[in-house]
């Protein structure tokens, strides 16, 4: 079976302290859930130093939440990627509809990103998403198809096996989110494996896509249950470690029962 992501992005919430009690719950949980579990977080970046140790040699990936495409420059307030690769990060989330709605990311811009990870080996976790506008409109997979490709314009073959998409639907996503239904991220999903297996012929089947948005006790096992859902990019509800630990617990349970998922 396939690795199924599971995973948080704290945004702009926790301290360092906090993070470090967090991980280290979490440490104590990943040692006994099941190793198709991939688990990782996404802290602030005054937390990924103090935390790395942590991450360590334990099934936890540790990943950033933005980066520069440059390895120096006069960028002030960036990061670059030889600086997050100096710590010693897994991943990077790139093009968090946040980023792109308050900082005026583009799609150009994340891809030139997604280069300079893969340059120094951090995978990249690209978030694509559509508006509430564009759904009503209905050019959502116009809209996604138009991401991934310019997102991940001019990869190798080999290089795109490297990449993790994550679909969040941006009406979806948020304290005002509203839980997307299960056949349309059904739906979704198909459409971004077949865009994906179009753009890479020889490894799109493999890139895993992840769903966010509003991911929560009530309806996780009914996304991950999905063909080509890959994981889970969790919110609040993953926020607190004992909150976060129920779905995991839970989702090992699922996979030891032999309603494994389909993947």
């Given at each position: 079976m396939k690795k199924i992501w599971i995973g948080t992005n704290?945004?702009?919430?926790?301290t360092i302290e906090?993070?470090?009690?967090?991980?280290?719950?979490?440490?104590?949980?990943?040692?006994?859930?099941?190793?198709n579990l991939q688990l990782f977080i996404i802290p602030s970046h005054t937390s990924l130093v103090p935390i790395k140790p942590l991450t360590t040699a334990a099934n936890i990936y540790l990943g950033a939440q933005n980066m520069h495409w440059e390895d120096s420059g006069p960028y002030t307030g960036e990061i670059s990627p030889r600086m997050l690769a100096e710590i010693g990060i897994d991943?990077?989330?790139?093009?968090?509809?946040?980023?792109r709605q308050y900082f005026n990311e583009n799609d150009e811009a994340i891809n030139k990103k997604v280069h300079?990870?893969?340059?120094?080996?951090i995978k990249p976790l690209v978030c694509i998403g559509e508006n509430i506008d564009q759904k009503k409109q209905?050019?959502?997979?116009?809209?996604?198809?138009?991401?991934?490709?310019?997102?991940?314009?001019?990869l190798s073959e080999e290089q795109a096996k490297e990449v993790l998409i994550a679909y969040e639907p941006v009406w979806a996503i948020g304290e005002q989110g509203i839980p997307a239904d299960a056949s349309y991220v059904a739906e979704i999903h198909d459409f971004l494996r077949n865009t994906l297996e179009g753009l890479f012929a020889e490894v799109g089947s493999e890139i895993p896509i992840l769903f966010g948005g509003s991911v929560n006790h009530d309806n996780f096992l009914d996304y991950?249950?999905?063909?080509?859902?890959?994981?889970?990019?969790?919110g609040r509800a993953a926020w607190n470690i004992e909150s976060f630990q129920v779905i995991l617990q839970q989702l090992d349970s699922h996979l030891a029962s032999n309603v494994s998922p389909i993947l």
């Open positions: 704290w945004k702009m919430t926790k906090e993070g470090i009690q967090f991980t280290k719950g979490l440490r104590e949980i990943s040692e006994a859930v099941t190793s991943m990077i989330e790139l093009g968090h509809s946040e980023r300079a990870a893969l340059n120094y080996s209905q050019i959502s997979k116009e809209t996604l198809a138009a991401q991934l490709k310019v997102c991940l314009q001019n991950i249950e999905l063909e080509n859902v890959n994981g889970l990019f969790i």
